[in-house]
């Protein structure tokens, strides 16, 4: 199957610093990818959609200029998060879909980064 | 807009018997699609199993199967023979037809005693 890898795993990092979290499809091409967010024990909450070559679209309350996304290849997209404070610490989560793709494949999803801000 | 609904947040199962995970859905989309996911303590998001609002027959894969009750709005996941390895939190996701956007229930954290 597909694959979606995301790095930085874990992340920790001082309050007022950013973090940048690269979401990568290693054997297909991206048309969109998507971020969310997870709190401990909670659902999983979309954050935007990337699109190569365009901005992305976000959700309703999500900062934009918070949480910058690039989609700079059909392969790659990155989250910057910007002046992280400690609220900002989540597990963050991004999924992939293909260009060709069955329907059961929609979205391939990477391991996650875990961001804990001091 | 989307709307899914997982009432029961948590569930314990003795091993080798067969558990529900219950999931009632909101739509106005036409065509939609319904996915169920396993995520582990290590946070990785699994695919367990997918039904289409106009597939006639109800979805299997191994020891799941989803009871897919279009006019009641339900899609609730079975698991058969429990493992100590189902132990997870499962997930109820829908997307709609126009633009891929997954929405998530709540969950429900599964817990499979020996």
């Known amino acids: 199957g597909a694959v979606v890898s995301q790095h930085p795993s874990r992340v920790i990092c001082k309050s007022g610093t950013s973090v940048k979290i690269e979401c990568r499809s290693l054997d297909f091409q991206a048309t969109t990818m998507f971020w969310y967010r997870q709190f401990p024990k909670q659902s999983l909450m979309l954050m935007a959609t990337s699109n190569e070559g365009s901005k992305a679209t976000y959700e309703q309350g999500v900062e934009k200029d918070k949480f910058l996304i690039n989609h700079a290849s059909l392969t790659l997209s990155t989250l910057t998060v910007t002046s992280a404070h400690p609220e900002d610490s989540s597990f963050y989560i991004c999924s992939a879909r293909s260009q060709v793709t069955r329907i059961t494949d929609t979205q391939y999803f990477g391991p996650g980064t875990r961001l804990t801000v001091l | 807009a989307q709307k899914i609904t997982q009432t029961q947040p948590g569930m314990f199962v003795q091993e080798k018997e067969a558990v529900t995970l219950d999931c009632t859905y909101d739509t106005s989309d036409p065509s939609y699609g319904l996915f169920w996911y396993k995520q582990p303590s290590s946070g990785e998001m699994i695919f367990l199993i997918y039904?289409?609002?106009?597939?006639?027959q109800n979805a299997t894969e191994g020891r799941y199967s989803l009871n897919f009750q279009k006019a009641r709005k339900s899609a609730n996941l079975v698991i058969s023979a429990s493992q100590l390895g189902d132990s997870a939190m499962y997930f109820c996701a829908m997307w709609g037809s126009n633009d891929y956007k997954l929405s998530f229930g709540a969950g429900t954290t599964v817990t499979v005693r020996a």
């Open positions: 039904q289409g609002s106009y597939d006639q």
